[in-house]
């Protein structure tokens, strides 16, 4: 704005018009370069841009006498020749989202792109989702490392586009030339400026990186892109030419960022191996900085938690009969489904189970689906994906759709869709090997059932003999703003009756 003042105070001693053009270069620069229009009245004017690049000019208005125009900008590189540059943000990527982490980019400064071509992968609290273009152009700038937390709505890069709406030119412009998008400046096709006066090699900061990978001075490299600039193809040509056998990498990611980092057993444990014994701090990413948020606000609330044992002989048997009757290779039975079904049963007669809590409200939305989360240990850390109405879904549809759920978190591919909604949790920590569990809820939900580990445990009949009995450990954790403990304790009774009875969900299948 000051800039502005001043020049509009000297108009009347140029007798001429002063505006701001928007120039390029990913870094402020002073360096001054002259640009002429051959025009009726011509003029001199100066553009800040790197590697001495030259435009011709046009102005709006006529001018009365020759006068210097100085422009500055400190936007990022873009040709001339294409229709403009453009902002590309991160989009909204699901209801409560407001800000995402840059996990890596498929895409490097200066590479051409493709619409809908993907740009980059970020992650939220929910999911992970590919960014893709919305324009066919080339990459100006990018604004962002992998590992950064962006907001919604901030800019992710600096595209110079192919093709835009073109600006209605003003009165008295040349009928050669065309307006760059978003701008009030003309810029001519071509210029007139000596090329010998050019200094410096030209070239994206994307090529000038990628030569440094290498160890190639760009002095000896020949462009063959537009003025002699260097291009990125130049450059992996004369490293093959020169026998290099780097091979740079082609994305960039935050793997390299220090993360929990999961064995095969699924245990965590910080960082890489370090045998010096070091203190090491280690940046939560994704999924944990997502359960660093619901946990702390799920601590919270006031809880209580009631513990059951359950018989599962039954349960046992009627798996190993589905297993040997089993003609889907593709299909592994297993306890889990069996637990979800008689848990979508047992929610029917008790559906305070299957509820949020409007706290600023002071209201319980009783939900209409079973949407049964599952928590699952990946690499990447905690997620619940849930299986949608499971109340109208058959074991072998639920058996499928957890395989699904399963593939997809441990190849970080869960979409938004599979996260959100869901309504009840079930936390299978036997899985790993643990007995009992006091699980903390996951808001809006207002229950969570940890599932512990099937042992054989002496049992004692009324006779006083003594067998064997295949035993689960349950707890159930409670929002106690919405359930008491005698709702709990029934509902508790309702599920163990159609685990410990398998044949009573033939009484409820329709």
């Given at each position: 704005?000051?800039?502005t ?56 208005y ?9 422009c500055f ?16 943000p ?16 498929y ?43 962006v ?12 093709e ?6 003003c009165e008295?412009?040349?009928d ?9 400046v003309?810029?001519?096709?071509s ?7 050019i200094v ?16 190639i ?13 260097v291009?990125?193809?130049d450059?992996?040509?004369h ?18 960022v ?6 095969e ?10 045998l010096?014994?070091?203190?090491k ?40 009969s ?11 039975h ?8 008689a848990?979508?049963?047992a ?12 706290e600023?409200?002071?209201e ?44 997809l978190?441990m ?22 090997g643990?007995?009992?569990g ?17 042992q ?10 003594v ?14 703003r ?29």
């Amino acid at each position: 704005m000051i800039l502005t003042r001043r020049i509009c105070r000297s108009w009347h001693h140029n007798f001429g018009f002063r505006w701001l053009y928007p120039g390029a270069s990913p870094q402020p620069s002073l360096s001054l370069s002259p640009a002429r229009c051959e025009l009726k009245r011509p003029f001199l004017g100066f553009c800040s841009v790197p590697a001495f690049s030259r435009h011709t000019l046009s102005p709006f208005y006529s001018i009365d006498k020759r006068i210097n125009i100085c422009c500055f900008s400190s936007h990022p590189a873009v040709d001339h020749s294409v229709s403009g540059i453009v902002d590309v943000p991160l989009a909204q990527t699901g209801e409560g989202i407001s800000e995402c982490e840059l996990l890596k980019w498929y895409v490097q400064e200066g590479d051409q792109v493709e619409e809908f071509q993907p740009l980059c992968e970020v992650q939220s609290d929910k999911a992970t989702i590919e960014i893709t273009s919305r324009y066919k152009g080339r990459i100006s700038q990018i604004l962002h490392e992998p590992g950064d937390i962006v907001k919604v709505g901030e800019t992710l890069l600096k595209m110079a586009v192919d093709e835009l709406s073109p600006t209605v030119p003003c009165e008295g412009m040349a009928d050669d030339q065309q307006l760059v998008h978003g701008t009030g400046v003309s810029i001519s096709q071509s210029s007139s400026v000596d090329e010998s006066r050019i200094v410096g090699v030209l070239c994206t900061p994307a090529v000038r990186s990628l030569a440094k990978q290498y160890g190639i001075n760009l002095d000896d490299v020949q462009g063959t892109g537009k003025d002699g600039r260097v291009l990125k193809e130049d450059v992996l040509k004369h490293a093959a030419a020169e026998g290099f056998s780097k091979e740079p990498p082609s994305t960039l990611g935050a793997e390299s960022v220090p993360q929990f980092m999961a064995t095969e057993e699924n245990s965590y444990v910080w960082g890489t191996e370090n045998l010096q014994y070091e203190d090491k701090a280690v940046t939560l990413r994704g999924f944990q900085r997502a359960m660093v948020k619901s946990m702390t606000r799920a601590a919270k609330i006031p809880h209580f938690h009631y513990v059951e044992e359950i018989k599962c002989d039954a349960l046992l048997e009627l798996k190993r009969s589905f297993q040997n009757e089993n003609s889907d290779p593709t299909v592994k039975h297993t306890f889990l489904p069996f637990l979800v079904k008689a848990l979508s049963v047992a929610l029917r007669k008790f559906p305070q189970l299957n509820s949020y809590f409007n706290e600023e409200m002071q209201e319980v939305i009783m939900k209409g689906a079973h949407n049964i989360g599952i928590a699952m240990a990946t690499q990447n850390g905690l997620v619940v994906p849930n299986i949608k109405k499971v109340q109208s879904l058959s074991i072998l549809e639920i058996t499928k759709e957890l395989s699904r759920l399963q593939q997809l978190a441990m190849d970080n591919k869960l979409s938004p869709d599979d996260i959100s909604d869901g309504t009840v949790t079930l936390s299978n920590i036997g899985a790993i090997g643990g007995k009992f569990g006091s699980p903390l809820v996951n808001l809006p939900e207002v229950a969570i059932i940890a599932i512990g580990r099937i042992q054989k445990v002496p049992d004692i009949t009324d006779d006083g003999d003594v067998y064997p009995q295949s035993i689960m450990n349950v707890n159930i954790g409670a929002d106690h703003r919405v359930l008491d403990g005698a709702t709990v304790a029934r509902f508790c009774n309702e599920w163990k009756l159609l685990v410990e009875k398998p044949e009573m969900l033939l009484l409820h299948m329709r």
